[in-house]
């Protein structure tokens, strides 16, 4: 007889689960991908404005492992994948969790349009393992996950989605508002959608477009209008990247956020990266969208709630 009926439930998607994180892995062996294992904990994460790690004595807990994997990449390992546990303080709900499983892959030689094209390759490569055809049965409507997706630029998605362009909305501050109220809700009902060439300022850890240096090479994947991965053709130059973690760090001490030091040993070794393209993606969520879920918490064992 079952002890705990809640936590026995999960077990057909916990199977699933298994299933999708072999096919994974076999997906990226196969591709000559070598799999790594970075520190969990470690003594300075990427300052972000909106993310904030979660302490563990003097240093934290990783809230990706991006910045190791770089290192790694910048050493020589051209071709490199990992999944792995990753922390976000304050982050709960039918979509987050504090505790959570991303994968992340990093690929030299590429930029991201490489990895939009693996993208459609590995969620192809996973559907397939689960015996599922090239539609995906989500809200009562069918996704077609057969290449090529949708490609659509921010600049095209106001346009089709808001009521200003994406230069108005930057100089009003209500650039962020109308991604999340407008556009990203509406995004990968028929196919799997790449929003990318996101505008300088939210470029992250992205380096900008030689022919249009106002533009990101940056994408995030939308499947139902649910963010399940973001990518960067990586950046390279160690002077622009401290400048961009000074001013998250600046936003953060803005904020009244906690401080985070700059990782040294990155900036110290990022003039060794190549060209590289890189992309995490949330295989919690994956999971959802595969089984036709609403909430994470019916795709992993535990919810920090029943600990």
Known sequence: MTGNWNLARRRSALWARARILAEIRRFFAEGGYLE????????????????????????????SPELCMKRLVAAGYEKIFQISRCWRDGERGNMH???????????????????MNECEELVGAVAAALGMKEVLNLKGGNIHLGAPWERLSVAEAFERYCDCTMEEALAGDTFD??????????????????????????GALARLKQDEPSRAERFELYIAGIELANAFSELTDPVEQRSRFEQEKLFRE??????????????????????????ALGIDRLVMLFLNLDSIDDVVAFTPEEL
């Not at 407008?182 to 505008?199: K, S």
């Not at 904020?255 to 590289?276: D, M, N, Q, V």
């Open 254 to 279: 803005s904020r009244g956020k906690s401080a985070i030091p700059l990782p040294e040993p990155f900036l110290a070794e990022l003039r060794h990266l190549p060209p590289t393209a890189g992309i």
């Open 177 to 202: 508002e109308c991604m999340v109220n407008d556009i990203e809700p509406r995004l990968g009902f028929t196919t799997p959608t790449f929003i990318c060439d996101y505008p300088a300022d939210r």
């Open 97 to 115: 969790l504090p505790e959570f499983t991303m994968l992340e892959w990093y690929r030299a030689g590429t930029d991201y349009r490489g990895l």
């Open 36 to 63: 790594v294992e970075t520190p969990l904990r470690i003594p300075a994460p990427a300052p972000e404005s909106h993310i904030d790690p979660v302490p563990s004595g003097p240093w934290f807990l990783q809230t």
